[in-house]
């Protein structure tokens, strides 16, 4: 049995959160862009299956090959690591300066490889823009613009609309990166970090880095976004919502409920039944 109980996996939350807290920018910042860039490629698979199939759902079954793949290798993806690098600051083991620039240098990475995967997509799509958007193409470019404008036109409504989706999917998001370290074999870990990624793809919520891959990308073949409408209409609320969400309802409620307590400490009665001091 490879299981691992949830009192373990507490520890383990706590433990991952000091390693993260640990790394040089330099990491953070290669690690960073790899998950970006994976992350990328994961949704344009995803987006791949569902235009050739006309099944959203295929691309939901295909899309948390992403994420397992950035598990396995231990890289980092600032969307878990607003689960786990508070943990040490909440034990008062670190800093929350260290905690602000763990986010800050991860957010970097993973903007700038899902920016350059983006870029390299594009020119793959279009062939260098000499083609209009087409299929997948257009897909991200439809998508870019629902994500962005499609909530300018609801107003305060959208943002409440895309927060909460941000937060419900890093819930999901999270609890997959948790749910990993309750199993030692890596089939395991594939299936236990499958299973929330799916959930959330499905149901079209707001995560943060993918929405670095999706938006840019679209505007660079087409759509009808400004980089105002992306930051401030998605990017921001995302990703205070997925902040939110992952820390609260993954990071915080597990480890709170799970991790290791002191003994109490059981005072022998005396003779006279009363307990000793």
């Not at 607003?82 to 800093?95: Q, T």
């Amino acid at each position: 049995m490879d299981y691992v109980k949830p009192a373990d996996v507490a520890v383990a939350m706590l433990e991952t959160g000091k390693r993260k807290l640990m790394l040089s920018p330099r990491d953070l910042l290669i690690r960073g862009m790899l998950s970006g860039a994976i992350l990328g490629v994961a949704t344009s698979l995803a987006f791949t299956g569902a235009v050739q199939t006309n099944v959203p759902l295929v691309g939901a079954l295909i899309f948390p090959v992403g994420l397992i793949s950035i598990v396995l290798l231990g890289l980092e993806l600032v969307t878990g690591s607003f689960a786990l690098v508070p943990l040490p600051w909440l034990e008062r083991e670190a800093s929350a300066t260290s905690v602000l620039a763990n986010w800050g240098w991860v957010f970097i990475g993973n903007l700038i490889g899902s920016v350059a995967y983006g870029a390299l997509l594009a020119i793959v799509l279009t062939n260098m823009g000499t083609s209009a958007p087409a299929g997948v193409a257009l897909r991200i470019v439809q998508t870019a613009e629902a994500k962005t404008i499609g909530y300018a036109a609801l107003g305060f409504a959208g943002l409440v609309t895309v927060f909460v989706k941000a937060m419900l999917c890093n819930w999901l998001v999270c609890l997959a990166v948790v749910l990993a370290m309750t199993t030692n074999s890596t089939m395991g870990k594939i299936a236990c970090a499958w299973m929330p990624i799916f959930i959330f793809f499905a149901q079209g919520f707001e995560h943060s880095v993918v929405n670095m891959f999706i938006i840019p990308t679209g505007m660079m073949m087409g759509a009808k976004v400004t980089v105002a409408d992306w930051w401030l209409w998605n990017q921001i609320p995302v990703t205070l919502g997925n902040l939110v969400g992952g820390f609260t309802f993954t990071g915080l409620a597990l480890y709170v409920t799970y991790k290791p307590h002191a003994p109490t400490k059981v005072m022998a009665p005396t003779p006279t039944g009363v307990p000793a001091e």
